[in-house]
C-alpha cells in the first residue's frame, strides 16, 4: 500500500447511493427528469461557490470539492490537489531509485498531472469525471433531503432523484448537432429550474461560466499571439471565443459556427471511423492506437489509420475555446463544459470497449519490427512518474494520480477499465443508445452488431456507401481479394471501392500553443472546410513537465480525416469523365490537388497555407513556411472493405490498407511571420 498522506479526498463516486445509475444527456435530465436537473445546476453551482440558491442556503462543500480544486488538477495553478496532501517525509527531493519518494509522488518535483499522449489518457479522466460527479451528488443529497424536510407533500420526489443523479454528457457528434449546434442549456447564463410546489425560477447557469473561487491564481499568465490575447491574468471568470480584451465577453455566434455544419460531420464521421476497426488486430497496439494521439507502439509497417478519440477529443476543445479557456489545456477545466465534455468522451470509452473488449493496454506491446516486447512508457517527468516511469495496468505503475481510493491507494487503469457488474465498482453507467447498455454483458455477436450501429449512427458506414457509388466511375479501383488478403471465410470483398483517408502527423509544439490543421476541398468557385486535426498543446513557459519531456523529444500527434464519400464519387466521376485511361493512382491524383490545407490557431489566425498536388506552383524559398511548423505528413491512404456474406449486420471490414500521395509536395506558404523559416 502507498504510505498514507496527511489527508486524502477518496474517490468513489455515487456510491453513497448504493446502487449504480446512467448518466444521461443533459438536454434529457432538463426536459424529462426536472427534479435531477435542479439538484445538479444547484449542485454545480454550489462547488463552484454560487451563494444565491434559491433555497437551501449555502451548502458546505469539502475544500478538495472545490471546483476551483477539482479544475487545478488539470493545469494551473501547479500545485498539489487539496485531496491528496503529503507527509513531510513524503516530500523530500533526494533522488533514491530504491524509495517510493522518488519513483511516487513528491511535491518537490510536481510538475502536473498530464496524462494527455498516453495509453492512461482515457482510465485518468474516467475517475476525474467520477470526482465532479461525486462532489455535486454529496450537495444534492443534502439539498434534496432539506427540500423533502421542509416540504411534505414533495416526500418521495427530490430524494429518489438526487439518489438517481449522475454527471450528465453532452454528445457533441449527434445528427442534431449539425443543424442546431449547442442547445441553450450550454451557452445561456441563466437557467430555468423547478421549485418545490411546482413553480420555476430563473438562476444563474453554472454550465456557462465559471467565476474564480478565491481570486485569480498567481500564476495564471496571459497568453499573447499575433492576433490577440487570452488575458488569462485578468479574466476573473471562464470564457469562450474572446475577443483580445482585458475585459474578456464570450462571443456565442463564434462558439456556434465552430461546431455546426460540416464542421460537425467532420467530428461524426472521425468518431464512426473509430468504430470501424477489426477483429483480431494485435491488442495493446489497438488500443495504444485508440486511446491517444502519440501511439507509442506505431510502426511504418501499420498502414491502418483510423484515428485516436484523444485526436477528436481536441476537436472539441478547440471548437469550444477558441480565444478562451477550453482551447489551452492548463486553463481547460476552468470552463465548466469541460467536464460535460468529458462525460460524453468516457461515454465514448465505455461504447467502445464494450464493442472491442478484448482490446487493451496490457503490460506492454511487440515491436513488429524487431518481435521483441516494450513497454509502455511516457517522458512526463510528473509528479507522478518523474523519472520516465514504466506505465502498466495496475500496482504502482499503475496509478492514476491523484486520484485515491478509500483504502488510500491510487485508482489503476485496471480499475477504471469496464462499467459492467464484473469491473470495478464505479455506480454509474449510461443511458441505452441504439439497444446497447454498456453495463450489461453480451455475445461477440452482439458487440459485432452494435459496431455496425454505431458507425452508421455516426454517419459513416463504407458498406452503404458503396452501394451509392457511381458503379461504372468507380470500375478502375482496384481491390484485392478478401481470401488473397487472408480474411475470415465468408468475407467477401466489395469491388471497385475504397474508403479515402487524409492522414495528417503534426509537431505538437509547432506554434507554442494549441492550433489547428483544417483541410478544405477546392473545385472551381467552390472551396469548403472537410475536416481538422487540433493540436492540444501547452506553451513552452509552462509548467508541465510532461509537456517539456514531448517537446524535448520533438513530439508529433496523429490525426486521421475520412473524406465524405459522396465528395470522393463526385471527384471519382469526374476524374473518369475526363480520362480514358483511369488508375486508382490517377484518382488519388485528382483527389489530391482539389484539396488545400491550412494551418490555423485557436483564435482565428490564420499561420500558413498550401495547395494540393503535384500541379499546384511551388511555394518560393523566401516565402516557405520553416520546417520547424509545417506538418511532418498530410497523406492520402486508403482501404478496401469486405462484408460477412452470411450475415449483413456483421460490420464491414476494412483490410488492404495503402498509402498514396503526399497532399503538399510543393511546399507550405507561410501566411504569418510566426511561420516564416
Given at each position: ?122 482510465t485518468w ?19 434534496a ?50 421549485l ?33 490575447t ?20 464570450t ?6 459556427a ?17 468504430f470501424?476497426?477489426?477483429?483480431g ?50 486553463y ?180 507554442n500553443?494549441?492550433?489547428?490543421f ?59 469523365a ?88 510543393n ?11
Open positions: 500500500m502507498t504510505d498514507l498522506p496527511i489527508y486524502y479526498y477518496p474517490v468513489v463516486g455515487r456510491k453513497s447511493t448504493r446502487g449504480t445509475f446512467d448518466r444521461i444527456s443533459i438536454e434529457d435530465m432538463q426536459q424529462n427528469h426536472p427534479y435531477q436537473f435542479t439538484l445538479f445546476i444547484l449542485g454545480y453551482a454550489a462547488i463552484q461557490g454560487i451563494h444565491d440558491p434559491p433555497y437551501g442556503g449555502i451548502q458546505p462543500v469539502p475544500p478538495a470539492a472545490s471546483y476551483m480544486e477539482i479544475a487545478g488538477i488539470h493545469g494551473k495553478p501547479y500545485r498539489e490537489y487539496a485531496g491528496d496532501r503529503k507527509m513531510p517525509e513524503q516530500k523530500i527531493a533526494d533522488y533514491d531509485p530504491a524509495d517510493p519518494k522518488d519513483t511516487l509522488p513528491i511535491p518537490s518535483r510536481f510538475g502536473g498531472y498530464c496524462n494527455h499522449g498516453s495509453v492512461s489518457f482515457p479522466h474516467r475517475p476525474y469525471v467520477m470526482l465532479v460527479e461525486q462532489a455535486i451528488g454529496d450537495v444534492a443529497d443534502r439539498l433531503a432539506d427540500i423533502e424536510k421542509e416540504n411534505l407533500d414533495e416526500v418521495g420526489r427530490w430524494v429518489p432523484a438526487a439518489r438517481m443523479l449522475r454527471f450528465p454528457y453532452w454528445d457533441w457528434a449527434a445528427p442534431k448537432v449539425v443543424t442546431e449546434g449547442f442547445p441553450p442549456v450550454i451557452v445561456d447564463d441563466t437557467v430555468e429550474i423547478l418545490p410546489g411546482g413553480q420555476t425560477t430563473s438562476v444563474r447557469n453554472p454550465l456557462s461560466y465559471y467565476s474564480y473561487q478565491g481570486g485569480i491564481p498567481p500564476d495564471f499568465e496571459d497568453e499573447e499571439t499575433r492576433n490577440g487570452a488575458y488569462f491574468s485578468q479574466w476573473t471568470r471562464s470564457f469562450r471565443h474572446s475577443p483580445s480584451d482585458p475585459n474578456g465577453s462571443d456565442n455566434e463564434a462558439l456556434q465552430a461546431i455546426i455544419g460540416q464542421r460537425a460531420e467532420d467530428i461524426r464521421r472521425q468518431l464512426g471511423l473509430l470501424n476497426i477489426p477483429d488486430q494485435d491488442p495493446a497496439r489497438t488500443w495504444d492506437e485508440f486511446s491517444n494521439t502519440i501511439n507509442e507502439s506505431r510502426s511504418d509497417l501499420n498502414l491502418r489509420n483510423t484515428g485516436s478519440l484523444e485526436s477528436i477529443h481536441g476537436l472539441i476543445h478547440g471548437a469550444v475555446g477558441g480565444n478562451g479557456h477550453m482551447a489551452t489545456p492548463d481547460a477545466a476552468y470552463d465548466p463544459f469541460f467536464f460535460l465534455h468529458h462525460s460524453n468522451v468516457d461515454r465514448i470509452i465505455a461504447l467502445w470497449e464494450w464493442c472491442y473488449r478484448d482490446y487493451w493496454m496490457e503490460d506492454g506491446y511487440t515491436d513488429p519490427r524487431t518481435g521483441r516486447f516494450a513497454a509502455w512508457t511516457q517522458d512526463r517527468g510528473t509528479y507522478a512518474q518523474v523519472y520516465n516511469e514504466q506505465i502498466l495496468p495496475s500496482g504502482a505503475r499503475g496509478s492514476l494520480y491523484p486520484f485515491r481510493l478509500e483504502n488510500g491507494e491510487y485508482w489503476t487503469s485496471e480499475q477504471a477499465h469496464f462499467l459492467d457488474s464484473n469491473s470495478y465498482p464505479k455506480y454509474y453507467s449510461y443511458d441505452e443508445f441504439l439497444g446497447i447498455k454498456v453495463d450489461r454483458q453480451a455475445t461477440a455477436e452482439e458487440r459485432r452488431a452494435a459496431r455496425r450501429r454505431i458507425y452508421d449512427y455516426y454517419g459513416y458506414n463504407p458498406g452503404e456507401a458503396a452501394t451509392k457509388t457511381n458503379k461504372a466511375s468507380w470500375s478502375h479501383v482496384p481491390v484485392r481479394s478478401a481470401r488473397e488478403a487472408g480474411l475470415p471465410e465468408l468475407f467477401k470483398e466489395i469491388s471497385n471501392f475504397r474508403i479515402f483517408v487524409v492522414v495528417v502527423r503534426l509537431p505538437e509544439h509547432a506554434f500553443r494549441s492550433y489547428n483544417e483541410l478544405h476541398y477546392n473545385h472551381g468557385t467552390e472551396s469548403r472546410f472537410i475536416g481538422a486535426v487540433t493540436v492540444f498543446a501547452r506553451p513552452d513557459h509552462s509548467p508541465c513537465k510532461a509537456c517539456a519531456k514531448r517537446r524535448a523529444s520533438g513530439s508529433i500527434i496523429r490525426g486521421a480525416i475520412p473524406l465524405p464519400f459522396s465528395l470522393v464519387n463526385d471527384i471519382v466521376v469526374r476524374s473518369r475526363g480520362r480514358t485511361n483511369s488508375t486508382l493512382e490517377t484518382t488519388t491524383t485528382d483527389i489530391t490537388k482539389c484539396l488545400s490545407g491550412v494551418l490555423v490557431d485557436t483564435a482565428g489566425k490564420v499561420l500558413a497555407t498550401a495547395k494540393g498536388g503535384l500541379e499546384a506552383p511551388r511555394v518560393p524559398d523566401e516565402e516557405s513556411a520553416s520546417d520547424t511548423v509545417v506538418p511532418a505528413e498530410v497523406a492520402l491512404y486508403t482501404s478496401a472493405a469486405a462484408e460477412k456474406t452470411d450475415d449483413r449486420k456483421h460490420p464491414v471490414q476494412l483490410f488492404d490498407w495503402q498509402a498514396h500521395n503526399a497532399l503538399f509536395p511546399g507550405w506558404r507561410a501566411e504569418d511571420q510566426e511561420a516564416s523559416s
